[in-house]
């Protein structure tokens, strides 16, 4: 029963290729955040979305665009892949604010590893 | 968002209380302290959250002084399976919560 899922686990492709990442939560969250943890472990937030509107977007590369077809799914697709893009994925969710402690949970990651 | 210092990394055996300590000194009034835990190839988990005095749950405690300026996580009686990474995150919790993730502290535990 899992709270938040990511497919695919594991992602391997070339530089230059289109691809995405998908992202699901079955907590009845309004708030989804997509993450990126690099090699060097460090954890930075991408972006964030409440109730399917954009609301953080953390100056990164216009080749990264996040879509939210609904408040349970929140996915990534990036053009062009780079060597540099190479790391793991983290979704995430929440309650919306003034609503708890915002704990956030946040799914399995996908690595991601560009050749 | 108030930046966070913690050690690197501790080391423990089964068996024994951890205590970890975070720094914040420039704490804003309207700043929680979470705590994040991250074992490998797994995201973050929600451990603890606290304001002032100490909050205690079923798996740490959480301790922070009147001045706010730094906190503890502690954790009684570490197995092996506590060996991971805690991230203590300093913010409001009001508006869209944007976690800011430090280096964290790598704890290994040894049998």
């Known amino acids: 029963d899992t709270a938040v899922s990511q497919t695919p686990k594991y992602l391997v492709t070339q530089m230059g290729n289109d691809k995405s990442i998908k992202c699901e939560q079955n907590?009845?969250?309004?708030?989804m955040y997509w993450y990126k943890q690099d090699s060097k472990k460090f954890l930075k937030i991408m972006f964030s979305?409440?109730?399917?509107?954009?609301?953080i977007n953390e100056t990164v590369p216009n080749r990264f665009s996040p879509k939210s077809p609904d408040k349970a799914h929140l996915n990534l697709h990036i053009n062009s892949l780079e060597l540099g893009d190479s790391a793991v994925y983290f979704c995430?969710?929440?309650?919306?604010?003034?609503?708890?402690?915002?704990?956030?949970?946040f799914g399995p990651g996908t690595r991601l590893t560009v050749l | 968002l108030a930046k966070t210092t913690q050690p690197i990394s501790m080391d423990s055996y089964e068996g024994q209380e951890v205590n970890i300590t975070c720094s914040h000194n420039?704490?804003?009034?309207?700043?929680?302290i979470t705590w994040y835990q991250q074992f490998p190839s797994q995201g973050p988990r929600f451990i603890i959250q606290?304001?002032?005095t100490k909050v205690t749950n079923e798996v740490a405690s959480l301790f922070i002084p009147a001045d706010r300026k730094s906190s503890t996580l502690s954790l009684p009686r570490v197995s092996l399976s506590d060996t991971a990474v805690y991230y203590c995150?300093?913010?409001?919790?009001?508006?869209?919560?944007?976690?800011?993730f430090g280096t964290g502290t790598r704890l290994l535990v040894s049998p």
């Open positions: 995430a969710s929440s309650r919306p604010p003034g609503q708890g402690n915002h704990e956030q949970f």
């Open positions: 907590l009845g969250h309004d708030t």
């Open positions: 979305y409440n109730n399917k509107e954009l609301i």
């Open positions: 420039n704490i804003a009034t309207n700043d929680y």
């Open positions: 606290g304001y002032k």
């Open positions: 995150l300093v913010g409001p919790t009001r508006g869209f919560q944007k976690l800011v």
